[in-house]
């Protein structure tokens, strides 16, 4: 398994796994294939070329299987706050440690952007195999937000988490 930093030479196969991941997962999203950001290949050339503050990290087995996205504040009196995003690993791959190893490499990158002390992250409730790998990371909940995300008709609440980097201030 290869895990590095999407570019550019990746915007088609990460924008048919991202849009997989909201047809497939639709509860686990805020975004849906109608509103997503990365809704063309432009748009995910734009999104993959804004490193090292905003990247998105991909698992290779060789193919693109899952995928996270890492952002770091851009206001100077909160630009200390990193956030994980759009973390998703397909089907087919799950329960062989691409989740954990795609948090890892989030984490490590955060540690290396100055200044970053802490990771946020917000997951909903239909995703609980994510939230276990999050908490398992060292993610605490710190607030729940109920009614955060509707679906089909279907309420969901959003658990937010944050983890602080060990050893930053």
């Known amino acids: 398994m290869l895990i590095r930093l999407l570019d550019e030479r990746d915007a088609e196969p990460y924008y048919h796994l991202r849009r997989g991941s909201l047809i497939e997962s639709p509860l686990a999203f805020g975004s849906s294939v109608a509103d997503d950001r990365a809704s063309t290949l432009d748009a995910v050339r734009d ?16 193919e693109l299987a899952g995928a996270v996205g890492l952002i770091r504040n851009h206001q100077i009196k909160s630009s200390h706050r990193a956030f994980i995003w759009g ?12 989740g954990p190893r795609l ?9 290396s952007l100055p200044g970053v002390t802490t990771v946020h992250l917000s997951v909903t409730e239909a995703a609980e195999g994510a939230r276990r790998i999050y908490e398992r ?10 009614d955060a995300l509707r679906h089909e008709g279907r309420s969901l609440t959003e658990y937010h988490m944050v983890l602080r980097l060990e050893g930053r201030s």
């Open 47 to 62: 999104m993959l070329s804004r490193a090292p503050d905003a990247v998105v990290i991909g698992a290779f087995v060789p």
């Open 137 to 146: 990371a060292g993610f605490r909940v710190w607030g729940a937000e109920p």
């Open 103 to 111: 948090i890892e490499a989030a984490l490590a990158h955060a540690r």
């Open 87 to 98: 973390m998703y690993v397909s089907p087919g791959h799950r329960g062989g440690g691409i």
